[in-house]
């Protein structure tokens, strides 16, 4: 894996963000080729990732493994967000959890929808702005039936936001790693596919829906087109608590 460090790429008004130590640096010489070594991943397209500059890797997710499998084969460093509660624990457990999501370049945020969901793409575009290399699901979370779901429009906001090019990446067999409610990981063989980087700035600004919209289907058209995946044709969300969550779902067409 190269070594190869993204440019900084920060502007003066660009908040700081805390970047990848140590811990990280380990991980990404020690750990990932422990892992390539034992799983011997199938990687297609390494070189469609620039290796310097603002960039997006929007990925399909079949499995939790998802998260050591980009960074592990990017050839560039990678973050993304992670739930905080990783980042929150105590004690020995804590301490482990912290130091493992570090290592794979995981960056806490609160999930959640409306506010909390701006606020986690608000810290995305923080991080795409100092120039890093940042992962993200379309998606939003796994498909637990090997579905490609309809992509969450942050992807499109985040890419004419930042002018960021969004690199599509397929996984394929890491859901046969590690099935849903499996709990260790199996040996199987995986493939990663890198798509060419795209360009969605000619949709329009940020502040179109239907610019938003376009960029996202294009983008999740290219991951359909690297993983042959079936379409769900909908949104991978779990099913309304009641009648208001219903309401509130059917005036907010367009998901974060």
Known sequence: MSSTAPDDGND??????????????????????????????????????PRHGKIILASNHLSFIDSLVIPMTSPRRVQFLAKSHYFEGTGLKGAVSRSFFTAIGAVGVKRGAGQAAQEALEQS??????????????????SLDGRLYKGRTGIGWLALTTGAKVVPVGLIGTNEVQPVGAKFPRVRRI????????????YGPAESGRARRQATDEIMAAIHALTGQELAGTYNESPPANTVERVKRALRPERL
Do not use: S
């Open 12 to 49: 003066a008004g660009t908040e700081v963000l805390p970047r990848p130590g140590l811990t990280y640096f380990i991980g990404r010489r020690i750990v990932a080729p422990l892992l390539r070594l034992i799983y011997r991943p199938r990687v297609i397209g390494a070189r469609n990732v």
């Open 125 to 142: 575009r923080r991080i795409i702005d100092t120039g890093a290399a940042f992962a993200l699901y379309p998606e939003g979370t796994r």
């Open 191 to 202: 493939t990663i596919a890198f798509g060419e980087p795209i360009d969605v700035a000619h």
